[in-house]
């Protein structure tokens, strides 16, 4: 089973900018990023799926950036423009589910999850 690790959390605030990092021992059909914010609901943020697909979230779009170097074995999450709203808990995630290419943000496709980093983003 794939494990994944990510890295790059902090505490920064509204307008600025966050790189998260994922380490992953191995390859999965899909690879992404979802949140849990405070009292709501874990929900997809970005993916790659196969073939190399970037799909986003509506929330997300124009801010945030997702990417992978196969090289290092490394999934990250670019995030500009920071708003208070983006405060959670992020986790990185794989699956081998063909169902991620369909609804690649639903959740119930995803069985790897990562332990977490906190992203936390003051007005």
């Known amino acids: 089973r794939v494990q994944l690790v990510e890295s790059g959390g902090g505490s920064v605030q509204a307008g600025e900018s966050l790189t998260l990092s994922c380490e992953y021992s191995d390859n999965a059909y899909s690879i992404g990023w979802f949140r849990q914010g405070p009292g709501k609901e874990r929900e997809g943020v970005a993916v790659?799926?196969?073939?190399?697909?970037?799909i986003y979230a509506d929330s997300v779009k124009g801010r945030f950036t997702i990417s992978q170097d196969n090289a290092k074995n490394t999934l990250y999450l670019q995030m500009t423009s920071l708003k208070t709203e983006d405060t959670a808990m992020y986790y990185c995630?794989?699956?081998?589910?063909?169902?991620?290419?369909?609804?690649?943000?639903?959740?119930?496709?995803?069985?790897?999850w990562g332990q977490g980093t906190q992203v936390t983003v003051s007005a």
């Open positions: 995630a794989a699956s081998a589910n063909y169902g991620t290419a369909l609804q690649p943000l639903n959740m119930r496709f995803w069985d790897t």
């Open positions: 790659i799926r196969s073939g190399g697909y970037q």
